[in-house]
């Protein structure tokens, strides 16, 4: 059995398409030749923008595109563009190319689910037996506690493995990732113990019944507004609001009054009162900071999720669908979205740094897609993926898209440490090059990992740090032509470790470890790091090297079960409530090991 989701299309129920997506699922993007436009206003959204939104929000994963009403003009290739035609009973041939359309997509589907992760993969039938009863139940949701007593009392298997609370995670993750259930207790990015409680068993009525609380109050709605909606249901409101303000569907506005709620994609397009936005900016050095400018494609709820972290700081009261003016550390700030030039224009009072680069962290964590563009002057553009590289690497000088040559250093004020990151003529560094392996779908948490380390390695003396990083080891054919030629002029490779590298097809036609013996025949640095939590040990040319060991009470994980165990960067790399000088401090060990690592591979040499 195929379980299938139909993702409403309407722009009302854009908000909650990520309660849902995973990476481990097949997409079919159906569309339209006449519609093949952006036009918000019409609630008109082209492939393109479901492709965007798919690959953040389930990056790796397999989509199909299926050209509606297509009759006339149409373009299938039968691995991933197909076609269906106008459908008319009282023409038979209609009836009969519609019948052939259907088929051939049938056949595209099946091909494309035998190439997901857990496709074929060996399920215990006791797995199968709980995910039944659970359906079977008539429950759009049950707690964690129910799910556990559901997990021992279906066992009937003679090992009794469903006794074992890792079993209990292992069928969770598993039935969350197939699109069965819906969990947020697994997902790194949500640590919220009310909400891990909760297992949702019927993601159609999770969706109308936040829609319930959002829709008839577009406006804004207070607490009793959500106990009124939610009352017959059996869950308190402050868990759907919880779940609501996690997801950036919505913000708390505070006043004497009493508190509300506001949904950002509810709010007007323009602001709505002029005067107030002139007065809360008068008399301050309002300075544009930056713009990002995205490359072509700017997903709507981007900047509506901006609008939902920020706003509850707002100034009297001026949020709306496409701007905003907030207070952060004390200054005055201004988002505002340019749609037709996909922008995303940011003012800061004074342009103080601290609030410039929490703004634009928060941005990149939004959606760090490819290809983003950054401005200091609103008129030379730069790569902001060049920009980071060129820091790294302490190059002076960079190219706008324009062709002009820009400073590096006048945008230092953008990032963290950056200003240590521009080195001075007459220093001399020992250069040492390293090239990062890691699973595509991996890229948005390789960025964040590289870009925390190398503000500490590049403060250490005596080695000048580059990394490779532009080439994933599942991105394509290229791969292994590409990565051999990094390796080839590197003198290391660190290898971030994820369940997606070890299932990699490279990764199982031939081990890392030959890999890089037969490139190199000087003594080659292996540096594996665990990414996100997956079976390392089970992978013995790697395990074997290990020399970066972050366990979990080092950083504040206290759970009998899991202190001394090994701890996955993502838990704290994508883990919204994580400290900074947590994160300051892992980046730290981590530099200093490779640091060290690095010292005693060179004096080998």
Not at 297 to 309: C, K
Request: glycine share 6%.
């Amino acid at each position: 059995l195929v379980p299938i989701w139909d993702f409403g299309g309407q722009e009302n129920y854009h908000a909650t398409h990520r309660f849902f997506m995973s990476s481990d699922v097949l997409y079919l993007v159906v569309w339209d030749q006449d519609l093949e436009h952006q036009d918000e206003s019409n609630g008109n959204y082209p492939k393109e923008y479901w492709k965007k939104i798919i690959e953040y929000y389930a990056p790796g994963s397999p989509i199909l595109f299926v050209q509606n009403r297509a009759d006339k003009e149409y373009t299938v290739d039968g691995e991933t563009t197909f076609k269906i035609c106008t459908y008319n009973e009282e023409d038979t041939e209609s009836v009969a190319q519609y019948a052939r359309d259907m088929n051939t997509l049938k056949k595209g589907i099946l091909k494309k689910i035998a190439g997901l992760p857990d496709f074929a993969r060996f399920i215990p039938k006791v797995y199968e037996d709980i995910e039944t009863v659970i359906k079977n139940l008539g429950k759009p949701y049950i707690s964690f506690a129910e799910f556990e007593a559901i997990c021992k009392k279906a066992d009937d298997s003679g090992q009794k493995i469903m006794s074992n609370p890792s079993q209990v995670e292992s069928l969770l993750e598993y039935l969350d990732n197939i699109g069965s259930i819906v969990s947020f207790r697994r997902r790194k990015r949500i640590h919220d113990e009310l909400l891990n409680d909760y297992i949702f068993t019927d993601a159609d009525w999770l969706t109308k019944i936040i829609y319930k609380v959002l829709i008839n109050e577009k406006k804004g709605f207070d607490l009793s507004h959500v106990e009124k909606q939610v009352a017959a249901y059996g869950i308190k409101a402050e868990v759907w609001i919880k779940l609501m303000q996690h997801f950036g569907l919505i913000f708390e506005v505070k006043s004497r009054a009493g508190n509300k709620y506001i949904a950002p994609q509810y709010l007007p397009r323009e602001c709505e009162n002029e005067t107030a936005l002139e007065h809360a900016l008068m008399d301050k050095d309002m300075v544009h900071s930056f713009t990002v400018r995205y490359p072509g494609f700017m997903p709507q709820s981007n900047f509506l999720r901006l609008v939902a972290h920020y706003g509850s700081e707002h100034i009297r009261g001026l949020y709306w669908n496409n701007g905003l003016v907030f207070f952060k550390n004390k200054k005055t700030v201004f988002l505002e979205r340019d749609v037709e030039e996909q922008k995303i224009k940011v003012k800061v009072q004074d342009n103080d740094r601290s609030v410039v680069i929490d703004v634009l962290e928060r941005i990149l964590e939004v959606d760090s897609v490819e290809g983003l563009e950054v401005s200091i002057d609103e008129v030379n553009f730069v790569s902001l993926e060049v920009l980071k590289n060129k820091m790294a690497n302490g190059n002076l000088e960079i190219d706008a898209t324009n062709g002009k040559t820009l400073d590096v250093k006048n945008f230092s004020f953008l990032f963290r440490g950056q200003a240590l990151l521009i080195q001075h003529k007459g220093q001399r560094k020992t250069k040492f090059e390293i090239v990062v392996v890691y699973a595509n779908k991996e890229r948005r948490l390789m960025g964040i990992l590289i870009n925390g380390v190398m503000e500490h390695l590049n403060a250490k003396s005596g080695y000048e740090f580059e990394f490779r990083m532009d080439q994933a080891i599942d991105s394509g054919p290229n791969w292994r032509a590409t990565t051999q030629s990094n390796i080839a002029q590197a003198d290391g490779a660190l290898v971030l470790v994820s369940a997606g590298l070890m299932a990699s097809s490279h990764i199982r036609k031939e081990e890392l470890g030959e890999l890089f013996s037969s490139i190199s025949g000087e003594v080659f640095l292996i540096l594996p790091v665990l990414l996100r939590n997956c079976d390392f040990a089970g992978f013995e040319d790697l395990s074997g090297l290990q020399f970066f060991k972050a366990y979990y009470d080092d950083y504040g994980y206290n759970s009998p079960g899991d202190r001394r165990r090994f701890m996955p960067f993502d838990l704290l790399g994508e883990n919204e409530r994580t400290k900074e000088y947590m994160l300051n401090e892992y980046y730290k060990n981590l530099a200093d090991m490779i640091f060290r690592a690095v010292s005693n591979n060179m004096s080998v040499k």
